[in-house]
């Protein structure tokens, strides 16, 4: 039976890659598509950017979900993570700022910059059917201070305002929390439980990425039916799931391992791209061969001349995911971050940091109407240095008899020194 994993991950990522091939979409009236202008060197960024999401995907999705809990489906947004990572990436210097560049796909934290700020600006704009929003802020435990460079790019490139908060105060745990709220639509109520939040960490960096796309052709209620579908993992499962099904003039591929199919939503700014194992493949066979290129000529072979009229049966399914990044981002090439012995973080802040926390939070939700996706990826910072004391707080109430002594500082010389005693 053929194994219909799937891939949910695809969905949240921008289309700066898509097809001039697909004539199928119908625009609504008012509603036309303008697409993000780029130069062939942000491009070229942009697809080395998409690699570093594919080589993520590799890492913390099927092969783990399969070894680990099978039954799991996952759901990660790449571009959360270039965001908190770009806005970190500006406090950060050496070979901690050489590998997290790498690992983005970057060749420097300018390019980073420019990228997310183009983004951050045009993508909430290209399609009045569907929402987009991007949004970033910063912690900072009242004990420590923000390089001023590095807040005045926060905020030039990130819309970021950076913010003070006495971190063992009981309620900022509660605050970073309502902000993923907040800018998620309340999809994601919770980036951080009491255990991983930490009163004496350096700062909290958050990105949060809200979508939500009407498709182009909405799926009718009245055709989604419970039918079988065979479950991840190795027995194979049968079970029952609620079935969506259209027939629409769509553009598909025949990839030879597996079919790739386009769901565009509103105007098509925005799409899902559905790749699904053929028999005997499954989907981590599929993501190993998954590059930027790949992904940009999807469409150029194996796909109908006159177009493909096609019989679509899709889950309304929803899964939401908890995923801790530390060993994953490591693993593709920026231990250093994470190391309080070699990060390199001089012009974030007034001490040595490193990277002590890294996790994201995402969920979605398809349905016959269209898709609600979101995720908040959130770094905490912290460091080796000792957090300051609270100064105490004491009476000392000079109403007896004392001593009194005049010195000098640097060498203690006792210049006077005398008894009070009221008279």
């Known amino acids: 039976m053929r194994h219909k994993m799937l891939w949910a991950a695809v969905a949240l990522m921008m289309t700066a890659c898509s097809s001039d091939n697909d004539e199928s979409i119908v625009n609504p009236e008012n509603n036309e598509r303008t697409p993000i202008t780029l130069t062939r060197a942000e491009q070229e960024l942009v697809t080395s950017n998409n690699d570093f999401a594919f080589n993520l995907f590799r890492l913390a999705g099927p092969r783990k979900i399969w070894v680990e809990d099978p039954e799991k489906g996952i759901i990660l947004s790449p571009i959360s993570i270039t965001y908190a990572l770009g806005m970190l990436n500006n406090g950060a210097a050496g070979e901690t700022l050489q590998q997290i560049n790498k690992v983005l796909g970057f060749n420097n934290a300018d390019e980073v910059n420019a990228f997310c700020k183009k983004m951050l600006t045009e993508a909430p704009h290209l399609d009045k059917l569907t929402k987009v929003q991007i949004a970033n802020n910063i912690y900072v435990n009242k004990y420590y201070t923000l390089n001023p460079v590095f807040v005045e790019k926060a905020n030039d490139f990130y819309n970021a305002q950076p913010e003070t908060r006495d971190f063992a105060d009981g309620k900022t745990l509660d605050v970073i929390n309502q902000w993923a709220s907040d800018h998620t639509e309340k999809m994601i109520e919770e980036v951080l439980n009491e255990e991983e939040f930490k009163p004496y960490a350096v700062s909290y960096l958050l990105n949060a990425i809200y979508f939500k796309g009407v498709w182009a052709e909405k799926f009718k209620k009245a055709e989604t039916k419970e039918e079988v579908f065979e479950h991840a993992g190795p027995n194979k499962n049968l079970i029952y799931v609620p079935m969506m ?16 199919l386009q769901l565009p939503y509103g105007n098509g700014a925005y799409s899902m791209t559905i790749l699904l194992p053929k028999e005997g493949k499954s989907t981590y066979d599929i993501a190993q061969g998954l590059t930027a290129e790949s992904w940009k000529t999807l469409w150029q072979k194996g796909v109908p001349s006159g177009g493909a009229v096609v019989d679509v049966k899709l889950p309304r399914f929803e899964t939401k ?33 490193y990277i002590e926390l890294m996790k994201q939070v995402a969920r979605i939700k398809v349905s016959e109407e269209g898709t609600e996706a979101a995720a908040v990826t959130v770094i905490g910072m912290g460091t080796m240095a000792s957090l300051p004391s609270e100064p105490i707080h004491v009476n000392f109430h000079a109403d007896h008899p004392f001593i009194y002594m005049i010195s000098e500082k640097s060498t203690g010389a006792i210049f006077f020194i005398g008894h009070y005693t009221g008279l």
């Open 321 to 353: 995911t908890d995923v801790d990044l530390v060993e994953t981002m490591s693993l593709l090439g920026m231990p250093n971050a994470f190391d309080p012995h070699k990060a390199e973080f001089p012009d974030f802040c007034n001490v040595p940091t």
């Open 245 to 260: 099904h259209q027939q629409e003039k769509l553009l598909y591929a025949d990839k030879g391992d597996y079919e790739a």
